[in-house]
């Protein structure tokens, strides 16, 4: 019967709770076999015990969820770092979906498909003029490893037509979004979220960076949501001494247990900072929490998002699953850094905004912590738990090019439309004028003309008015990002966060900070 799948889900998480009350688990089971033998209509019994179960776990926290079938394939992609496709970066420019590059190796760069390609259709299926959309090409392009997908492309460079008969394939999903030097001695790292993969890609860059030379290294959490908490913890360990306390968990029903760093960390000896915001959640938080509580590393930034809880995927049969909170996890201090969600999950998914609204992005004297909250780090310094990971040195959200022309640009996506678009005309002059990404930060220069073209783009298609005093506070943003989008495109997503970090008010302080001991010191932060 499809009621089962309720109180097998009962069975796994409240096992203890329905010895307890088992008047309170025959209540349930009793509630759906009256709906399921009495009830005047036909029901969707599988219908009713998946708003049961969303039901139940809506009164747990704002982190334990429902997941149906998708939604967990996709959430295991993440997780894995990889999924089952064709491999290809795309946009959709004028109804019609064109090729900004191919996986390295993967089955369309295998198979030949270029730079530029406009796909036509999708298993005799035409796809251009349609009303098209990433989830449509998702959809269509996705599948089982091995399966065939056969795909009609128009070439870029002479227009003609070509026939392809591709195998999907497992396509990676990497989490080191980005991976440079910003001078001789100093190294970012962008990490987008952590996944089984991040281990493997942070070795590779850190070798990479080892025989570079490097002493300082930037790691940016900004944005990064969490995912896989084993993930940041090896990446704790790469910073760490033998020994030392990473992180421990602990629930009602899950007994203490305490992660700690091995010997032979790749990179104990480098000075370290680490940028985060509002929006560095979870794993970040572990990675930073970490780095804070041992002195180990400056943290820059803005106070973090503030989700200290553990979760696990329980699986259900009908193959959908629920994502279960079953601990916390405090820092090396002791610090539990979950904020609070006792007022509800309405107000909990409000806070983000209510911190922009009280002024906390601008200034951190509008950030107060109850004495309550008080811990120290190995160091003796004082740091606080509740609420996330407040910075060693805020940084407010910079402010220096925002306009509302500019917020309008960015709402309408039109940097990236226009980006698109100036990509299909020059491609083939783009790719012969520049070969590398060297030369096209060094000689390509976005101008006036450039901000001419995306003023009017933005009035004729989507109605948005120039304002000259608005437009000449945000130009340099605007062209900067146009270039950045553009290198992204022609070559690398690292090289979006490389051309763009030229304006980004966090990394260039961070950059600062390497060049004298005083700060390190002053915050009693070790190498």
């Known amino acids: 019967m499809k009621y089962f799948y309720l109180l097998l889900l009962l069975s796994i998480s409240s096992s203890l709770w329905a010895q307890k009350d088992k008047s309170t688990f025959k209540k349930l089971d009793r509630s759906l076999k009256l709906i399921e033998t009495q009830y005047v209509d036909t029901i969707d019994a599988a219908a009713i015990t998946t708003a049961a179960v969303k039901a139940m776990i809506k009164q747990l926290d704002p982190h334990s969820k429902y997941l149906s079938k998708s939604s967990l394939q996709k959430s295991n992609e993440m997780i894995n770092s990889s999924f089952?496709?064709?491999g290809i970066r795309f946009q959709i420019l004028n109804d019609t979906l064109i090729i900004l590059n191919a996986v390295k190796e993967g089955p369309c760069?295998?198979?030949?498909?270029?730079?530029g390609d406009k796909l036509i259709t999708i298993n005799g299926e035409s796809v251009v003029g349609k009303a098209i959309s990433n989830q449509f090409f998702s959809k269509r392009l996705r599948g089982k490893i091995g399966s065939p997908v056969k795909l009609t492309i128009m070439r870029h460079s002479d227009h003609s037509i070509h026939s392809y008969t591709i195998k999907r394939g497992q396509i990676p999903i990497n989490t080191i979004v980005s991976n440079y030097l910003i001078n001789r001695n100093t190294a970012y790292i962008k990490i987008s979220s952590f996944s089984r993969s991040t281990n493997l890609e942070f070795q590779i860059a850190a070798m990479q960076l080892q025989m570079s030379g490097i002493k300082n290294i930037i790691i940016d959490l900004r944005g990064n949501p969490g995912g896989?908490?084993?993930?940041?913890?090896r990446l704790a360990d790469?910073?760490?001494?033998d020994g030392k306390l990473i992180v421990f968990t602990q629930g009602a029903h899950s007994q203490r247990t305490e992660y700690k760093a091995t010997a032979g960390g790749q990179m104990d000896k480098a000075r370290l900072i680490i940028l985060i915001d509002e929006?560095?959640?979870?794993a970040s938080e572990i990675f930073a929490g970490a780095m804070q509580d041992w002195d180990r590393g400056l943290v820059v930034g803005r106070r973090s998002f503030g989700k200290?809880?553990?979760g696990r995927n329980y699986r259900l049969p009908d193959g959908s699953a629920i994502r279960l909170t079953t601990g916390h996890y405090y820092t090396p201090s002791g610090r539990c850094i979950q904020k609070s969600y006792s007022k509800g999950t309405q107000l909990y998914n409000q806070d983000l905004a209510l911190r922009y609204k009280h002024g906390e992005l601008y200034t951190a004297d509008?950030?107060?912590f109850p004495d309550s909250m008080k811990y120290y780090t190995h160091d003796k310094r004082l740091v606080y738990g509740g609420g996330g990971i407040m910075p060693d040195i805020f940084i407010p959200l910079d402010t220096s090019y925002q306009s509302p022309y500019l917020n309008k640009l960015s709402r309408y996506g039109v940097i990236n439309y226009f980006t698109g678009l100036y990509f299909d005309k020059h491609l083939e002059h783009l790719k012969k004028q520049y070969p590398n990404y060297s030369s096209f930060r060094n000689h390509f220069h976005p101008d006036k003309k450039d901000l001419k073209a995306i003023e009017d783009l933005a009035l004729v298609k989507y109605?948005?008015?120039p304002n000259g005093k608005y437009i000449n506070k945000s130009k340099l943003y605007i062209l900067n990002n146009f270039k950045a989008l553009l290198a992204r495109d022609l070559y690398s997503n690292g090289t979006y966060y490389e051309q763009s970090n030229n304006l980004d008010k966090m990394v260039q302080t961070a950059g600062k900070l390497f060049k004298t001991n005083t700060v390190f010191k002053a915050h009693g932060i070790h190498n």
């Open 228 to 233: 896989l908490m084993i993930s940041s913890i």
């Open 308 to 310: 200290g809880l553990v």
């Open 109 to 115: 760069d295998k198979a030949g498909l270029q730079a």
């Open 366 to 368: 509008s950030i107060h």
């Open 238 to 241: 790469s910073f760490l001494d």
């Open 463 to 465: 109605k948005i008015k």
């Open 279 to 282: 929006n560095s959640a979870s």
């Open 84 to 86: 089952a496709g064709i």
